[in-house]
């Protein structure tokens, strides 16, 4: 897994990571929280929503673990941690989410136009994206399951 580091234009680094075998790119959370000025104790609560998707690496320098999630899955977490921003972290995040979710439409959009030129190839993809949201429905599911369970008497 490769590191790489962004530096942002509020002057934060944002810290990446890139498995080479699978190429995607992961956020490291704290780094992320940073950027809008949020708890980096929130990074912890990835675990009950994102626990499979999520690589926990322990680094002493940092005083700790630091918690991995694809970037694909950042506009989910933030989603999942904006009600317990403050308001200036929660307007921040707000604009980030937005941004992701801007470039996450590009994306889509540059992929449809791909696509329509190769059937086979949009029919793998379609699937894919259905397997997908049904997994990501399933954890969010069973997170409000396990939120909400009683405890043993």
């Known amino acids: 897994m490769n590191t790489t580091t962004q530096t942002t234009p509020a002057g934060g680094k944002l810290q990446l990571k890139m498995n080479m075998e699978s190429l995607q790119l992961r956020v490291e959370l704290k780094s992320l929280l940073q ?3 949020a708890q ?10 994102f626990g499979g998707e999520l690589r ?3 680094a002493q320098e940092a005083g ?3 918690y991995y999630l694809p970037l694909r899955l950042t506009p989910d977490f933030i989603d999942h941690i904006l009600d317990q921003l403050c308001p200036d972290s929660r307007r921040a995040a ?3 989410l937005n941004k992701y979710r801007s470039a996450w439409n590009r994306a889509d959009q540059d992929t449809a136009q ?3 030129k190769n059937a ?3 029919r793998s993809l379609q699937l894919f994206k259905k397997q997908e949201q049904m997994v990501h429905t399933l954890r969010k599911m069973l997170s409000s399951l396990q939120k909400n369970r009683q405890p043993a008497l």
């Open 35 to 37: 950027l809008f000025g």
């Open 40 to 49: 980096t104790s929130l990074a912890e609560l990835a675990i009950t929503e």
């Open 56 to 58: 926990v690496e322990e």
């Open 64 to 66: 700790g673990s630091l």
């Open 94 to 96: 707000i604009e980030c």
């Open 114 to 116: 791909m696509l329509e």
């Open 120 to 122: 086979d190839l949009r």
